[in-house]
Every structure is written in C-alpha cells, then in structure tokens.
C-alpha cells in the first residue's frame, strides 16, 4: 500500500512526538472532554466514546466542528469498524484495518475537502492543504521543516492526507496541543448546541460551514468560558437567520449639506441659497421615500481654514460658494483638508498650504470617507455674482423638477480620446465593451471617438458639450486654463506632432448644453486659476456639474473602467453624482464643481434586489458600516465571515471588494512607510462560498484590475459568503512583530437603490 520507508518514517515522527508528551497528553485530554464540552450533554444519536474522535477528524479536514447528522453517522460508523478511540491508534489502525482506513480516507475523498483543497494533479505540488491543516488545528501556520516534511511526504513518497493528518494530531505537543484539545471541546460544545437550540437544520451548506470555519479560527482570542459561549450563541443564531432569510432594517437616518458661501455671495446671493436649500432638501426627500431624511442650511463661511473645517463637522456634504477660502497643496485646490474635517493627520501653515496630502492614507477613521465637496464659483472676480446668480438659478429650476429636468437632456454618452500618450497602447480606446450590464445608456447611445486629426478630435468635443447630451468626456492633455488636443504621432514618443491648444477664455456665453462633463486630464479643474477650464465649462451654459484633476496627474485606461461600473452604474438606479463619489475622492486630486446632488435616473419602481450584509440592510445609499474582526491573540491569525444576501425580488448584481484601500497599526501610523513584511495585515481568503453550492476558486474568479473587485449576481434568496483575515507576523520568538489595533476598508457597490456605495469599516486588534 504506502512505501515501507515512508510507513516506518510516519511512525518513527509519531514515536519521537509522542515521546515528548504529545500523544499522552491527547488522550488526557479527551478524558476529560466530557466534562469541558458545555452544559449540554451528548445527543441521543452520537456514539459518546467516538465524539471527541470524530471532531477532531472534522477540525483536521474541514477547520469546522461537526455537523449533527455527520457526528451521528461517523461515530456509530466508526463503532461497527471497531475503530480505536484516540488518533494515536487510529493510525495504526489505519494501515491494518481496511475498513477503518475507509472510513478515515472519506474525509478527504469528501466533496467539501475536494472544494476546499483540491487534490494535485500531475505537475502541481499540495501544499494548500498542509497550511490548512495546520490552520484548523493550531491556528498558525507549519514551520519551515515541518512543511516541507510533509509535503514532500504527499508529494514524493505517496502519503495520504490521513497518514499526515492523524501524524500531526497524534504529535501535537505544547501550546499547539492545548489549543487543539481546546478547540475540540468548542467544537463538541457547538455540535452539541445544536441540538439543544433546534438549529441542526440551520448549519448546513457551504456558507453554514464558512461561518462555522471562522469560529474555530477565533478559539485563540476567546479569552474564558463566558467568550466561548457567547462567540457560539452568536454563530447558531447567526446560521439561524440567514437559514431562515431573516434581517434587520437600518434606519436611514439624516443626511445634511451645508451651503456655504461667501461673504459677497451671501450678501447678493441670499435668497437664491435659501430657496436652492428648499428646493434641493424636496427634491432629496422625494428620491426615496424609504431613504435618508436630508436637510439643507446655508451658512457665511468663516475667514479661515481652520474656522471653516468646525463649520463643517457634522455634515455630510458642502457646495463652496463664492471666494471661499480653501486648502491647497503645490498651487492646486487640496479639498481633503474639508471633506475629512475630524481628520487630525493635516500639517499646514496659516495660509492653509498643506505639507503632508498623503494623510489620508491614516489608519485613523477620521481621516477617510467624510464628506462630498463641490465648489460654485465665477470665472473670475468681476463676473463672479452674476455668474453665480445665474448657475443657482438653473440649480433651483432643476431641484423643483428634477425629472421634468432630467429629460431635457438627451440620454447619450460620448468621449472623445484625444491624448497621444505614445501610441494606441497608452490609449483608452474603445471601451464599450466594459459598459456590459450596465443600463444607464443603451449601447447606441455610447460611443468612442479615437480617430482624426487633433483639430477634428477639438472639433467633436465642442460639439458635444454644444448639444444636449447627458455626459461629455474627454481624455487629453490639459492645463489650468486651456485643453490640448492631439492627433496620431510617432509611436513610443509621449506627445504628438500633431497638437491644438484650446482656450477656455473662448468659450463664448451660453455655449455649453451637456448636463455633465468629464476631463480626465491634467489641472483642469483648478479653480484658483482665473478662467479655468473646468469653472468655464460650467458657468457658460447649462453643465451643473464638471469633474476633473486638480494637479498634474497619470490617469490610465484603469480609471475609466472604474468610473463606469463603479459610478456610472450607481447612477442609473437613481443614485446622484454625491453618492455615486461617496468616499472616492479623498486622497485623490480629482475634484467637483457644480451640483453634485444631481440624478440621471429615477430609483427603479417595482421588483428591486436588496443587499443584505451580516443580516442587516442598509437603507444610506452611500455610508460607511463598521466590521468588528475577533483578536487575533499569541501570533494567530484571526477570521471573519462576511455574508452578502440578497432578499430583495430581483437579481441583485453586487461588486465586492477584495482589496483592502486603508491598513496600518494605530491612529498615528504612516502608512508611506508602510511594509508589509512587519505590519500585520487584512487580506481576503481566495475562497468564495455560495448559497447554492457553486464555489470559485483562485484564480477563475475574477479580480479586476483596479480596486480587485469581485463581480457576483445574486438570484432572490441566494447569498455569498467571503472571508477576511487578519494576518500577523511575528518575529523569531513567535510573538506579533506590532501589536496594536488595525484598521481596512473595503468598497461594496451594488444596484439596490438603498445600499448603493457601502464602505466595510473593517478593525482588529493583534495581541
């Protein structure tokens, strides 16, 4: 059957092990299991001497305690084979009796250890299996030696999973013997509440297993008896909910922009404001009627940045109106210092200059996913007032009837590529094809403009922004107060031969018809400039909202397929402009002018999808929702299941993040000087568990290239389950390199109106 050498090896391991205490101190262990396991005493249908064998074996292959009907089924199998009690014997047992092996070798051959760790064929080396072994015992994983031992065991000399498995059991030793001996007790103690609680039914599935998974990978940071029963009454009553489809409604609350304008613009402008505060807070409460009560106040704003960011705490949006004085950072408009006013991470001096603009990279909370800022002001000085008069008056008009407004314009989508960039491979080109599933435009209504001179490329840009079309974008160079436009040149040369500056100063009065538009090019949106392109873009015509870099920036094909399916497809299920940007422009140099709290669509009517996240929905639209992970304690990892359901009456079509924008160790660390090999840090398990038995695993599922979202459709009733971990390194002495308190965030995007944009708010502690 195995080769001799290796057979002699094995027991040789379990000999020396055993020697050391390991297998002596496993069979004390179960000795006293009975006692430890819980209140709750052993179902009628388990065999009790098998009990503690069998979930060691289920914690062994799957991570997980054993399932009621499973522990019944093995431990009376397990009895009729005459199978010894203890691991230690089952594995001589193992190489003797072939019914014993039978029932041993099922594990593996079982469709949940072929989902979780597929077996290697030909080329391939398994490997996966030994860390989650390793990880569902000990909760850490293999040192280097003890791997590759038994890799090379699978791998090379024709070990089977059991042979490794009952090895490792049989020879734990130490801390990693205690906590699996521990771990056993928890598991019979859940199997065995269960039963008790009348949740059998409850733990069953792949989700059901993931969640269970997660438990046992938290053993090491349940500090006493009291976490231990409270972690396993959280868990079954988790399983009961989502089994039975039940969760909570979230309070929309209140959602508050504040206007805040100028001294001069206050003074001419008042009552403009003040019916723009009446008309935008109706038109807000009118979206939804299920959705965020909003209120609008207008406000003088204070003289100073400082004066000015208290006049901004509590809000949850601004329009800055007039010469209102703002951050900057290297000469361009740095907005972050406003839209994180709780934010304690800024340097400036007293003018407002900002030193440090990676703050917002902090692990502090406070320093991301504040407020949506937009700026309204004139072309210059002298033009200012009525400028302004004019634009809050077709912001009124629009507010008092949105969707009258809306179908003015007319539902089509065009972006003119007009940068070089070196050649078509640097160029965005043709990008219809990243609109599938996305119904904010049909696909006639869409279309690429990536050819002609750079005066034809002018001219079509022009000519869109002078009609009534709904988006107007372009990708070129640019400067504060003028767009360069370029046609073909030399391959592999950045700029072309072939350049046509246009000067927003030419912009005559009234040209501009396109509702919005879009520059994805350098500084255009620096309002601080006199005539520049994006504030005349806006104030000469009908545009109500520009969006653009304020600073030099690299801006890629990336950044399009982004914007589209994670803010244009926002957009077409009645979400505005701010909920759409909820969250992503701080730490980013693109900016707004306008009225961001603009719709495209109406929110759907009739059958909708609702996205629910661990048993509650959310009804913000766009808000941020605190995920707590267990401690991950002694240099063990810890994990966190999050479930994603859909309970709505429609397909829900939910983008999931698997990439953590924000971690680092306590409020003050800075997170340039991030390294990943010190730090501990949030990663996501390559392993997603569906409701209806479909599993993808790394790498078929697939991550997208910018933010490593997740794409899932979710029929009514159907539910995914992805799991975080928090990862610790540790040092020579096997204890955490930084202790401390971690912070991620991931990004949720999906087409239920009322959790449109939702930010996982995600912390931990190591220790």
Request: charged share 20%.
């Amino acid at each position: 059957m195995h080769k001799p050498l290796l057979s002699a090896a094995l027991a040789l391991v379990v000999v020396l092990l055993a020697s050391c205490g390991g297998q002596e101190q496993q069979q004390v262990q179960h000795g006293s299991a009975a006692r430890t396991a819980g209140a709750v005493g052993v179902a009628a249908d388990v065999d009790a001497d098998y009990e503690y064998l069998v979930q060691q074996l289920y914690l062994g292959y799957f991570g997980r305690p054993a399932d009621p009907a499973g522990l019944a089924y093995f431990t009376h199998a397990y009895r009729a084979a005459h199978a010894p009690t203890t691991v230690g014997e089952l594995l001589g047992a193992y190489g003797t009796n072939a019914a014993v092996r039978d029932l041993v070798d099922a594990f593996a051959a079982s469709e949940e250890s072929k989902r979780l760790y597929p077996v290697c064929q030909t080329t391939c080396y398994d490997s996966q299996w030994i860390f989650a072994l390793y990880q569902g015992l000990f909760s850490r994983d293999p040192d280097l030696p003890g791997y590759q031992f038994w890799a090379d065991a699978l791998n090379l000399h024709g070990a089977t999973r059991a042979n490794v498995l009952l090895s490792v059991l049989a020879g734990a030793q130490g801390t990693d013997a205690d906590l699996a001996a521990r771990k056993v007790r928890i598991a019979m103690q859940f199997t065995r509440a269960l039963d008790a609680t009348g949740q059998r039914a409850a733990y069953d599935g792949h989700l059901a297993n993931a969640i269970a998974r997660a438990l046992m990978q938290s053993v090491p940071g349940m500090a006493d008896d009291t976490a231990v029963q409270s972690n396993i009454d959280a868990t079954i009553g988790r399983l009961a909910d989502l089994a039975a489809g039940k969760f909570d409604e979230v309070a929309a609350g209140t959602r508050r922009i504040l206007l805040l304008a100028s001294p001069e613009r206050l003074a001419d402008n008042g009552a403009r404001l003040a019916a723009l505060a009446g008309a935008m807070s109706s038109d807000l409460n009118g979206l939804r009627p299920d959705g965020p009560a909003w209120s609008v106040d207008v406000a003088g704003a204070a003289a100073s940045i400082g004066a000015i960011r208290a006049q901004l705490k509590g809000y949850d949006g601004a329009i800055l109106v007039g010469r209102v004085a703002v951050p900057t950072a290297a000469d361009a408009p740095f907005l972050d210092v406003y839209r994180l006013p709780d934010c304690p991470a800024f340097e400036m001096d007293d003018s407002g200059h900002v030193f440090n603009a990676t703050a917002p990279r902090s692990a502090d909370p406070r320093c991301r996913n504040g407020l949506v800022i937009s700026v309204l002001r004139g072309t210059s000085s002298a033009a200012e007032s009525g400028e302004v008069a004019n634009k809050l008056d077709q912001m009124i008009a629009y507010h008092r009837g949105s969707k009258v407004a809306n179908a003015g314009w007319a539902q089509r989508f065009r972006l003119i590529e007009a940068g070089w960039f070196g050649g078509p491979a640097a160029q965005w080109g043709d990008q219809s094809a990243k609109w599938a599933g996305i119904g904010l435009y049909p696909a006639s209504a869409i279309s690429y403009l990536n050819d002609g001179t750079s005066v034809q490329r002018r001219d079509a840009f022009l000519d869109c922004i002078g009609h009534d079309n709904e988006m107007c974008v372009a990708n070129l160079h640019g400067a504060p107060d003028f767009l360069q436009f370029e046609g073909p040149g030399t391959p592999d040369v950045f700029y072309s031969s072939d350049s046509t500056d246009w000067q927003a100063s030419s912009l005559t009065s009234q040209f501009v018809k396109a509702k919005y538009i879009e520059l994805a090019s350098c500084s255009t949106q620096n309002f601080l400039f006199e005539n520049s392109v994006g504030t005349t873009l806006l104030m000469r015509g009908n545009a109500l909202l520009t969006r653009g870099t304020t600073d030099v920036t690299l801006v890629t094909s990336a950044y399009e397929e982004d914007i589209i399916k994670n803010d244009y497809a926002l957009l077409q299920n009645g979400s505005t402009f701010a909920q759409a940007s909820y969250g992503r422009l701080e730490g980013s140099p693109v900016s707004l002018q306008g009225d961001p709290y603009i719709t495209m669509r109406p929110v759907p009517t009739g059958p909708q999808p609702k996205l629910v996240i661990d048993g509650k929905h959310q009804n913000g639209g766009a808000l941020t929702v605190p995920i707590v992970m267990p401690d991950a304690v002694g240099g063990a990892s810890a994990k966190r299941v999050v479930t994603f359901s859909n309970r709505g009456d429609a397909d829900l079509h939910v983008r999931i993040d698997s990439i953590f924008a924000v971690t680092g160790v306590g409020y003050d660390t800075p997170q340039g000087q991030f390294e990943y090999g010190y730090n501990a840090q949030f990663e996501t398990d390559l392993q997603e568990n569906f409701s209806d038995g479909r599993v993808l695993l790394w790498p078929d599922f697939p991550l997208e290239q910018n933010g490593g979202a997740m794409p899932v459709t979710l029929k009514p009733g159907q539910s995914v389950a992805i799991t975080y971990r928090l990862s610790v390194r540790t040092g020579p002495d096997g204890k955490p390199k930084r202790p401390g308190l971690y912070n991620g965030q991931l990004t949720v995007t999906s087409d239920d109106p009322g959790s449109a944009r939702v930010y996982l708010a995600v912390q931990g502690r190591v220790r």
